[in-house]
C-alpha cells in the first residue's frame, strides 16, 4: 500500500491529477481496500479512478472496463444487486464493444451477470447468459478445460433450479467428465460435481418423476433413511 501511494503521489505531481496513470495506480489502491474488506475507501479510489478515466479517455473507453467490474463486486458482496448488474452490464458493453465476445475479459464478467440473474430468479435470462460464457469458454480454451466444465455446471445449475432435474444431471456430467480427465478424480471440483449429481438423483428417486424436483426453500430434507441430507448442488 505505501508504495502505490508514493507511486500514486509522484506520478501526481509528473503528470497532475487527470492522467489515466494517476487513474491506474488508484484502480491498485482501492484492489487492496476490497481485499481488506474496506469497501468505502475502495469505493472511492474505485469512483475516483473511474471520473478520471472519463474526462481523459472518454466514458467508452475499454480501460475503465475494470474499474467498473470492481464496483460492481462491491455492490454484490453488500447485496446491492440491481446496482452491481448496472456496472458489469457497462463493463461488459465496453469489452465487448472493444474487443468482441470472445475474449478473456468479457466472460468473467458475463458469468457475474448470469450469477445475478440466478440470484433473481431470471432463470431463462441466466441460461442465456451462461450459453454464451460456454461458447466463449470453448473458442478460447478448447472442449476440455476446468473453465469449461465451470460452464456447463453453471448451466446445470439453472435447470435444476427449475426442477428440470435430467437436464441438471446431463450438464453437470458433462462438468464432471472434464474435471475427471484434466483434474483427477480427488480434486475437490470433480467431487463436488460428482455429489451434485448423486443428490439429484437421489431426488430423481424420492420424488419419482424427472419432472418434479427437490424443494427449493434451501433447508435440509429428510433423507428417508434415518438421516438429514442436503439437496442442494454446489453452486458456481
Given at each position: ?32 481496500h ?75 464478467t ?49 435447470h ?12 453437470y ?64
Open positions: 500500500m505505501t508504495q502505490y501511494k508514493e507511486a500514486h503521489d509522484l506520478t501526481m505531481n509528473l503528470r497532475g491529477m487527470n492522467h489515466p496513470e494517476v487513474a491506474g495506480i488508484l484502480h491498485y489502491i482501492g484492489g487492496i476490497h481485499k481488506r474488506g474496506d469497501y468505502s475507501d475502495a469505493m472511492d479510489c474505485y469512483q475516483e479512478a473511474v471520473r478520471i478515466y472519463h474526462s481523459t479517455l472518454g466514458p467508452g473507453h475499454s480501460a475503465v472496463a475494470a474499474t467498473l467490474v470492481c464496483i460492481g463486486s462491491i455492490h454484490y458482496k453488500k447485496r446491492n444487486l440491481d446496482s452491481a448488474m448496472m456496472f458489469y452490464r457497462e463493463a461488459f458493453r465496453l469489452n465487448r464493444d472493444a474487443y468482441g465476445l470472445h475474449h478473456p475479459d468479457v466472460a468473467p458475463l458469468k457475474s451477470i448470469g450469477t445475478i440473474l440466478t440470484k433473481k430468479g431470471e432463470y431463462d435470462e441466466a441460461y442465456d447468459v451462461f450459453r454464451d460464457v460456454l461458447s466463449i469458454k470453448c473458442t478460447l480454451h478448447g472442449t476440455d478445460h476446468p473453465e469449461v466444465a465451470n460452464a456447463y455446471k453453471s448451466l446445470g445449475n439453472i435444476y433450479k427449475r426442477s428440470e432435474l435430467a437436464d441438471a444431471e446431463r450438464q456430467r458433462h462438468a464432471l467428465n472434464i474435471y475427471r480427465r484434466t483434474k483427477g478424480e480427488d480434486h475437490p471440483d470433480t467431487v463436488g460435481a460428482r455429489t451434485s449429481i448423486e443428490h439429484i438423483r437421489y431426488w430423481m428417486r424420492e420424488r419419482g418423476s424427472k419432472q418434479q424436483g427437490p424443494p427449493q426453500d434451501g433447508g435440509e430434507r429428510t433423507s428417508g433413511r434415518g438421516g438429514t441430507r442436503t439437496s442442494d448442488v454446489q453452486e458456481v
